[in-house]
């Protein structure tokens, strides 16, 4: 188990026992479990070079069919081009759609994100193309399999289409669907675009949650101060 994870079972034993001696039971002191000390984590993102290997490969990959290559290059351009989640982009809703997306956050509100020119186009034509193959869903990426066309794509689909992309464009570092929402937040970050934006964009409710992403970015450092000397 991961360090955070096993802090939060000592909380909760933690409150168990702190509730114990409440009612005068013969108990462990709570205050003897001490959490244990987390190291901040390393967040890996791709580099520009990279996001377009990944699309490059999407765009002319011979090995499926039109319908099935349009709606997966679609799904890789809402991964790097927005906040979003495997879990909500599997529950995009196909009447989301309208100059922005609606998709339903988390904690079950609507939450926008913005796709624009090519990248709404190339959506609106993976719906085009699947109308015309007769398939309908509800939710905007579904299945195309014979047995559950209208089955919105789960979680694990999503995930093994994303490393299938990563695999076939020979790229070292390991793809998953949240790396790219680490890519987005840190594109945005090299990008100088204002912290309570990115975090307003991530929807983080704790500006620490975003702050994590500073350290992400700090090969840009080098270059800002060799802008700066003075010879």
């Known amino acids: 188990l991961s360090v955070r994870t096993c802090n939060n079972y000592l909380f909760w034993i933690r409150l168990f026992l702190k509730m114990c001696l409440l009612f005068d039971y013969k108990v462990l002191d709570y205050r003897t479990l001490e959490p244990w000390k987390e190291y901040k984590k390393k967040i890996w993102f791709l580099t520009d070079e ?18 099935t290559k349009t709606r997966d290059l ?37 939450r926008p994100t913005y796709l624009f020119n090519e990248h709404l186009r190339l959506v609106n034509l993976y719906l085009f193309l699947r109308e015309w193959k007769k398939i309908k869903s509800d939710y905007v990426f579904c299945s195309h399999a014979n047995n559950c066309k209208w089955h919105q794509l789960s979680r694990a689909s999503v995930e093994n289409i994303i490393r299938s992309i990563w695999i076939n464009a020979w790229i070292e570092q390991k793809v998953f669907p949240h790396l790219l929402r680490h890519t987005f937040a840190s594109r945005l970050l090299k990008n100088w675009v204002n912290l309570y934006f990115v975090q307003q964009l991530l929807w983080h409710k704790n500006i620490s949650s975003t702050q994590n992403y500073l350290g992400a970015t700090n090969n840009e450092l080098k270059d800002v101060l060799k802008r700066t000397v003075i010879v």
């Open 50 to 67: 990279e996001c377009r290997k990944m699309i490059d490969y999407a765009k002319h990959d011979n090995t499926k069919d039109e319908l």
């Open 74 to 110: 679609a799904m890789l351009y809402v991964f790097i081009n927005t906040w979003v989640r495997v879990q909500e982009l599997c529950d995009m809703k196909v009447d989301s759609i309208l100059d922005e997306i609606q998709i339903e956050w988390k904690w079950g509100s609507l």
